[in-house]
């Protein structure tokens, strides 16, 4: 048989088995990529510890109420789901992150699938949901145990996605839509967004009726949430200035998470401008203009829904005060997808922005890896170190970070916290700046030393 034959076999083999396999190959991927959060020994916030001790280790659960919709945070299957988990898994954390990893795999598989749906080839498609996966936003939700709604509504989105895309039937989809939203509501209500995600998919799917009833189911669901809601929403006591709501933050939230992905030294979104714009920002916002303008001279109708796909996954949160890596969950997952779809037909040069913007996006992810796994590797060793120091004190400890910049890992770690591993917290346990009079130094690995 001639090589030439061989080859154009082998190349038809390959092509098949992507085809075939690319949604089970991206997960494999990214639980693969996502092993250091995986096997994360602890954890990142003071939210798991608190909720932890809200579980408690015996006894009933303090289930929250399904019915209490005049609470700020309204997430009764979030949060019932995280009481169960703390229960069950938060003296194992590495059992509790690799869940959680493996169900960001999950949604970077539906993500593939779904862009399958849409038209896009399938290494495309499987690139495009690894870069997703690999990125700021989702690295920081698969890693962060308080992100559980965040995985939950844009698993909901995609399996209606999906099921929407495929099915030929009217009622079906309308059914579909309902149970999406409801679930996606239940979880968080940056599931809002779900009505405004089909909106975008019956335009852009040449406008067939399924996708209309779709999105008129959803957005029925949403109304009624928001008719019992929306009261809670604006008025109802809030834990932190940084849910205030007002027009008038829409500009700024905007540009931050359009650009965070490409300042691989930031952690948070809402660190984005914090220190003003410097020559950091403005290569950011020059590289993503130059992004904007290749999908542009690829196709005008993928910069439509690149701008207003990312508005729709954003507009429950672009109203807030501050802005955060989870609340730009869904926004990564449809840009990775629009420009992916605008490789094809990008000049030269825009594929070459196209492949600098995912590299500096995973680069950045890795650092966001990274930095989640040392503040795991800290908490281990520093939590049940101050448990063991007030078991056998009685009055406050202070602490002080031997290196001031680790000072802010020390806060989250201490904030509020009811207690740990039986030993009460509160207000025990100070931080204190360095010079400051301290009862123990913290060393970087977490240990507490007595001051001498």
């Known amino acids: ?222 109304a009624i949430y928001l008719a019992l809601r929306i009261d809670a929403l604006l008025h109802a006591p809030r834990d932190g200035a940084q849910y205030a709501p007002s027009l008038a933050h829409v500009p700024l939230r905007w540009l931050e998470y359009q650009w965070f992905p490409l300042l691989p030294q930031k952690l948070e979104a809402s660190t984005t401008l914090a220190m003003g714009i410097g020559g950091s920002v403005i290569a950011a916002a020059v590289l993503w203009l130059l992004l904007l303008i290749a999908v542009w001279r690829s196709s005008r109708r993928l910069t439509a829904v690149f701008l207003l796909g990312g508005v729709a996954a954003l507009a429950p949160v672009l109203l807030l005060a501050g802005s955060g890596n989870q609340y730009a969950y869904g926004f990564a997952a449809i840009t990775a997808v629009v420009v992916a779809g605008s490789w094809r037909f990008a000049p030269r040069w825009g594929r070459g922005v196209i492949v600098l913007v995912a590299v500096v996006s995973v680069w950045h992810g890795v650092n966001v890896m990274r930095q989640l796994r040392r503040v795991g590797d800290v908490q281990a060793v520093f939590s049940p170190a101050l448990a063991d120091v007030l078991r056998r004190r009685v009055g406050p400890v202070r602490l002080q970070p031997r290196d001031p910049r680790d000072a802010w890992i020390l806060r989250r770690l201490t904030h509020d916290i009811q207690s740990y591993d039986g030993v009460a917290i509160g207000n025990r346990a100070t931080v204190v700046d360095a010079g400051a009079p301290a009862d123990f130094v913290v060393l970087d690995d977490g240990r507490l030393s007595p001051m001498r």
């Open 1 to 222: 048989m001639p090589a030439t034959t061989e080859v154009g076999m082998g190349r038809w083999g390959l092509q098949g088995w992507i085809e075939r396999w690319a949604p089970a190959a991206v997960f494999a991927l990214v639980l693969l990529a996502q092993l250091p959060l995986a096997r994360n020994p602890g954890y990142f916030s003071h939210d798991e510890l608190q909720w932890a001790a809200f579980a408690g280790d015996s006894g009933p659960i303090p289930w929250v109420s399904w019915i209490g919709v005049d609470a700020f945070q309204y997430r009764p299957l979030t949060f019932n789901l995280w009481l169960w988990l703390s229960r069950e898994l938060f003296a194992r954390p590495q059992a509790l992150h690799a869940l959680l990893v493996a169900w960001g795999a999950t949604n970077a598989a539906l993500l593939c699938a779904l862009a399958r749906r849409f038209g896009l080839a399938a290494l495309p498609a499987a690139i495009a949901a690894l870069v997703f996966a690999l990125g700021p936003y989702a690295v920081y939700v698969h890693g962060w145990v308080a992100t559980i709604g965040d995985l939950a509504w844009l698993s909901c989105a995609l399996l209606a996605g999906l099921l929407i895309a495929g099915t030929g039937h009217q009622w079906r989809a309308a059914i579909v839509a309902t149970l999406a939203t409801a679930i996606g509501l239940l979880a968080k209500e940056a599931a809002l967004a779900i009505p405004l995600l089909l909106a975008l998919a019956w335009w852009f799917d040449g406008r067939q009726r399924r996708w209309a009833v779709a999105m008129l189911a959803s957005g029925g669901v949403a």
